[in-house]
């Protein structure tokens, strides 16, 4: 375990709607990052926060944003779905913000667009 | 843009043989992380290195970070059916105008026939 919880697991949904996806890092990690996954690929950044701020930004799609909040936990939110946002979504985190700490990630969420 | 190539894509091994992965980056990095993840399951740190030449062992992984930081390695010896998963090298860059970014490589999949 981790330490990381992310929900929900398993999102299914219909092109065009909005979801949001939830992450509580691990306790005393300060940064959180988000990652896509598709079947078969790499993990492709999305975006990193540190104490509630926006630290670095990855290949993050317009429809997608983010937010740290003041007590640590993330959201992810994706809008206008499209059938090709159906991935994994992973979130991780760790101690600081530099990248010079390991990155702990949760079990992901499985996102599914019909 | 920092390119961080993993080879090979795929590697198909006899348990007890040996198996390497390469990390190669365009890019002189600070330092360079490396990921194991399991078929459905998400990833998990297994070492970070950061001095130029360093080598660790992990019991039978043998880990390598190149003299001019460039790239690195990730050798097991004797492979087990445990061994089988995807494993990620993943060069901590600097952005210009502060903050980092992990970025990961394209994975290297591993699977150990009996």
């Known amino acids: 375990d981790s330490g990381v919880t992310q929900t929900p697991k398993h999102l299914i949904t219909a092109t065009g709607q909005r979801v949001t996806l939830r992450c509580s890092p691990r306790s005393g990690d300060l940064s959180v990052y988000w990652y896509q996954q598709s079947l078969d690929q790499g993990l492709q950044f999305l975006i990193q926060?540190?104490?509630?701020?926006?630290?670095a930004k990855g290949n993050i799609l317009e429809r997608f944003s983010a937010q740290q909040f003041p007590d640590l936990h993330s959201e992810l939110n994706l809008s206008s779905l499209e059938l090709g946002d159906s991935a994994l979504y992973f979130c991780?985190?760790?101690?600081?913000?530099?990248?010079?700490?390991?990155?702990?990630f949760g079990n992901g969420t499985r996102l599914t667009v019909t | 843009g920092q390119q961080v190539m993993q080879i090979p894509q795929y590697q198909h091994v006899q348990e007890g043989e040996d198996f390497t992965t390469y990390c190669n980056s365009s890019t002189t990095l600070s330092n360079i992380q490396w990921y194991k993840q399991r078929p459905g399951g998400h990833p998990v740190f297994l070492i970070q290195l950061v001095k130029s030449g360093e080598v660790k062992k992990q019991k039978r992984l043998t880990f390598q970070f190149g003299e001019a930081k460039k790239n690195s390695s990730l050798h097991i010896t004797a492979t087990q059916t445990t061994d089988v998963g995807t494993y990620f090298c993943a060069p901590l860059g600097l952005l210009t105008g502060g903050g980092n970014k992990l970025t990961f490589g394209t994975g290297t999949q591993l699977k150990v026939e009996l």
């Open positions: 926060y540190y104490n509630g701020e926006e630290r």
């Open positions: 991780a985190s760790s101690v600081d913000g530099s990248g010079g700490s390991p990155l702990h």
